[in-house]
Nanobody, 121 residues
Framework: QVQLVESGGGLVQPGGSLRLSCVVSGRVFSINGMGWYRQAPGKQRELVATITSGGSTNYADSVKDRFTISRVNANNTLSLQMNSLKPEDTAVYYC???????????????WGQGTQVTVSS
């Protein structure tokens, strides 16, 4: 059973920082792309940032120059450093990974359960 477990969410004041982490556990052969997505109340889930297995990154325009995505392939972890947070960053943040398993031989998307980030004074 493959699981993605996020941590690091919470309440922060505008201008503050938070660091989200995601750990992939279970029988994994390899992990392809990984990313962070978020969903605010009443809105659709949206891309925040993605990173390939080779380290190439992509960011939503709204978070460029404020957020940094990173991964450590050796221990199957994904992080998101969030600086200069704004109230509009308030959302549930989800970790995503495209994972190849050997038994059974599958390639599919997996999601974490989400972690709440609230930016408010």
């Amino acid at each position: 059973q493959v699981q993605l477990v996020e941590s690091g969410g919470g309440l922060v004041q505008p201008g503050g920082s938070l660091r989200l982490s995601c750990v992939v556990s279970g029988r994994v052969f390899s992990i392809n792309g990984m990313g962070w997505y978020r969903q605010a109340p009443g809105k659709q889930r949206e891309l925040v940032a993605t990173i390939t297995s080779g380290g190439s990154t992509n960011y939503a325009d709204s978070v460029k120059d404020r957020f940094t995505i990173s991964r450590v392939n050796a221990n199957n972890t994904l992080s998101l450093q969030m600086n200069s947070l704004k109230p509009e960053d308030t959302a549930v943040y989800y970790c995503h990974a495209n994972i190849r398993r050997r038994y059974p031989p599958t390639v599919r998307d997996y999601w974490g359960q989400g972690t709440q980030v609230t930016v408010s004074s």
